[in-house]
């Protein structure tokens, strides 16, 4: 099956069997293993990736079906010269301990950033209309799909509290 | 999973006709279905793909009629701006659903297609006494909902939206899963031209149901103070590792009450 994605930018063609989940198809199709498989059924978010601004489980999606889609991963994301503030912060934070659910964490984490930014409503929000104020319990509740089995969380909080402080990503 | 043929549609018609060839099946935001493909629970010989079909996808509101398109996602009903205003119940519910991720992808069609026992959106159509329509007619949701992953559609048949008629009030309150956050029982309460309905999922053995005594408990005054004291019978009530179900019919009553809390603001 001919699929066509942009991932981090850049034209990928990839022709694979129609079951390829986007996950497979990013870490072996695409040699992008910065994507963890955790569980491959939707609950841990280890896999999540950003398509066309959404951050999604990419265990649970077919390649094929995103062709023309926009890919975001975390190679996109930053590199080991130039980091994204927020892989800057899960460093300065010790927001880890294996790293397995790292990039996720931080995908998942980079996108729901954007999504407050946008003034998207949790529904812990008190007021859904106003700017929200990124307390833990709004941190919790927005990354609530991304689980650390290290249980790293007090730190990974820290550091998207950090970041979303901060004027500037 | 086992090897399978990909078609995307472009429309209904488009969808209906490739359903034809094979053992097919529909795949919206594919938060069941795939998993079921990877544990071989679910092995269509193709599955036609409905993501891309912009007539199934948002919102209408005309009056106090909204209508859902099947294809619209959940964070999208969570979020939309005039249903809020018009019923806040339903965008609760939806902002409710699993996490972030899996509310970008997964669909509110796929999910009355599914009726999973434990699932969020089946109490709130039963209790609006909601419509849902496919591309061959129109199925009133007492008449949808027919048991454990059961519906009233038949091969092939693609629902395409759901319509109800706001009530004058409603309220939501679920007692989630700490893991999945599928209703452990979730209670959808709502105050109509029918008067007051009583919908409870993910607590029944045959999946989405009516509550008699609350509705009737309710019907006399609509108000939690009504619910006080009150307890509904443990038959046919599910029970596993997370509850039993003598547990459950106790959520009922205090999701019952939290709802009506909810609905009277
Ligand atoms: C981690 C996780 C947590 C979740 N938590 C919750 C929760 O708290 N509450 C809740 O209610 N749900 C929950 N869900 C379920 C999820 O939200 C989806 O609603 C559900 O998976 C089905 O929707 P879908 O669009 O993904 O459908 P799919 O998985 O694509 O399809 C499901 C079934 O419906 C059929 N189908 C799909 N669309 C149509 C159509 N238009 N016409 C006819 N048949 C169709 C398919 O053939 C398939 O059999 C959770 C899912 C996951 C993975
Ligand atoms: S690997 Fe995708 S959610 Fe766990
Ligand atoms: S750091 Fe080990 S799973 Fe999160």
Redesign the pocket.
């Known amino acids: 099956m001919k699929t066509t994605l942009t991932v981090n930018g850049q034209l990928r063609h990839l022709d694979a069997d129609p079951r390829t989940t986007l996950l497979d198809a990013l870490r072996n199709h695409l040699n992008l293993t910065g994507s963890k498989k955790g569980c491959d ?3 841990c978010g280890a896999c999540t990736v950003i398509v066309n601004g959404r951050r999604i489980n990419s265990c ?1 999606s077919l390649a094929c079906m995103h062709d023309s889609d926009e890919v975001v991963t975390i190679e996109g994301i930053g590199t080991p010269e130039h980091l994204s503030a927020l892989q800057q912060a899960f460093v300065s934070h010790d927001g880890f301990q294996c790293g397995f659910c790292t990039p996720g964490q931080i995908c998942s984490a980079t996108a729901m950033l954007d999504e407050v930014e946008a003034g998207w409503p949790s529904h812990v929000s008190a007021d859904v209309t106003a700017k929200q104020d990124l307390t833990v319990e709004e941190i919790s509740e927005r990354m609530s799909g991304n689980l650390c089995r290290c249980s790293a969380y007090p730190n990974i909080v820290d550091a998207i509290m950090d970041v979303a402080g901060s004027a500037k990503r | 999973m086992y090897s399978v043929n990909y078609h995307r549609a472009n429309s209904v018609d488009d969808a209906a006709k490739m359903a034809e060839a094979g053992d097919a ?11 079921a493909m990877k544990t071989r629970l ?1 092995a269509p010989s193709d599955l036609i793909d ?1 993501t891309h079909i912009s007539e ?1 996808k948002g919102i209408t509101i005309s009056g106090r009629t909204v209508t859902i398109g ?2 619209t996602i ?1 964070y999208d009903v969570a979020t939309h701006t005039d249903l809020k205003a018009l019923c806040p119940a339903l965008c609760h519910l939806a902002s ?4 972030p991720a ?2 970008h ?3 509110i ?3 009355v ?2 009726n ?1 026992p ?4 089946p109490s709130a159509l039963l209790a609006m006494g909601a419509t849902i329509i496919t591309n061959q007619r129109e199925i009133a949701a007492e008449d949808f909902f027919t048991g454990l992953f059961e519906t009233a ?1 038949e091969e092939g ?4 939206a759901v319509t109800f008629e706001v009530p004058e009030k409603s309220g939501y309150a679920k007692f ?1 899963n700490p893991a ?4 452990m029982t979730g209670v959808f309460v709502a105050k109509g031209k029918d008067g007051v309905r009583v919908a409870v999922t993910g607590a029944g053995d045959n999946g989405v149901f009516r509550s008699e005594p609350l509705e009737t408990a309710l019907a006399t005054s609509f108000d939690a103070k009504a619910l006080e004291g009150l307890s509904v019978p443990s038959d046919n009530l599910m029970g596993d590792l997370h509850a039993s179900p003598e547990y459950r019919a106790n959520l009922i009553v205090v999701m019952a009450k939290r709802a009506v809390l909810a609905a009277n603001g």
């Open positions: 059924h939707g609950q649970l | 099946k529909f795949l919206s935001g594919g938060m069941t279905l795939i998993p679910a409905l199934l099947a294809g959940h409710h659903i699993g996490d899996v509310r992808r997964g669909t069609g796929g999910s297609a599914n999973d434990a699932a969020d959106y559609l048949e693609i629902v395409t989630p999945s956050r599928y209703a």
